[in-house]
Nanobody, 114 residues
Framework: QVQLVESGGGLVQPGGSLRLSCAASGFTFSSYIMNWYRQAPGKEREWVARIWPYGRSTNYPDSVKGRFTISRDNAKNTVFLQMNSLKREDTAVYYC???????WGQGTQVTVSS
């Protein structure tokens, strides 16, 4: 069955970096658009990055552009989110998503705090 499993979250100080991973299984990963979303307490889920099949293109909202980088390793069925210059407002649960098949992971907590 389709499965997405995120990892790599944790506690980091403002200005620090984290790299999230999402391991996919149960579908032809290389052919699918993959997204990262996040959801902070009391807020709606927010899209933060998209990568097209085979990594041909990436997209970001202004809130993370220049700080976050999405990438993929199709040989390992894994999508990554490199997050640099983290801010307190980046604190959230981060989810990976395959929109074409409505698949979501369980999320990984990122906390930015001193």
């Amino acid at each position: 069955q389709v499965q997405l499993v995120e990892s790599g979250g944790g506690l980091v100080q403002p200005g620090g970096s984290l790299r999230l991973s999402c391991a996919a299984s149960g579908f032809t990963f290389s052919s699918y658009i993959m997204n990262w979303y996040r959801q902070a307490p009391g807020k709606e889920r927010e899209w933060v990055a998209r990568i097209w099949p085979y990594g041909r293109s990436t997209n970001y909202p202004d809130s993370v552009k220049g700080r976050f980088t999405i990438s993929r390793d199709n040989a390992k069925n894994t999508v990554f989110l490199q997050m640099n210059s983290l801010k307190r407002e980046d604190t959230a649960v981060y989810y990976c998503n395959a929109p074409s098949i409505s698949a979501w992971g369980q999320g990984t907590q990122v906390t930015v705090s001193s």
